[in-house]
């Protein structure tokens, strides 16, 4: 039982860091997008959007996302203990 809230607690631990974190690198991307292009991010049912400026900003959202998350769960690894070091990447 006590191998099975172990997993559990990792669960919680390792999802909540990855939400937390797609949620703030989201947060940036849309911010940054607006900073460096001053327009605000494009939207696929906006159509005025030119189909470049879509494929540019969702490459550089889930980029910026996935770096995010894989340092979220670097971080979740070393707070959750010496067991979250034994879960492979």
Do not use: N
């Given at each position: ?7 559990l607690g990792?669960?919680?631990?390792s999802?909540?860091?990855m939400?937390l974190?797609?949620l703030a690198?989201g ?12 327009h605000?991010i ?8 030119a ?39």
């Amino acid at each position: 039982l006590e191998c099975l809230m172990d997993d559990l607690g990792w669960k919680i631990a390792s999802a909540g860091a990855m939400a937390l974190s797609a949620l703030a690198a989201g947060k940036v991307t849309e911010l940054g997008w607006k900073l460096v292009t001053g327009h605000d991010i494009p939207r696929e049912d906006d159509d005025e959007a030119a189909m470049v400026s879509l494929i540019v900003f969702a490459a550089t959202s889930a980029a910026i996302v996935a770096v995010a998350q894989r340092y979220a769960l670097r971080g979740a690894k070393k707070w959750y203990g010496p067991r979250a070091s034994q879960i492979e990447d």
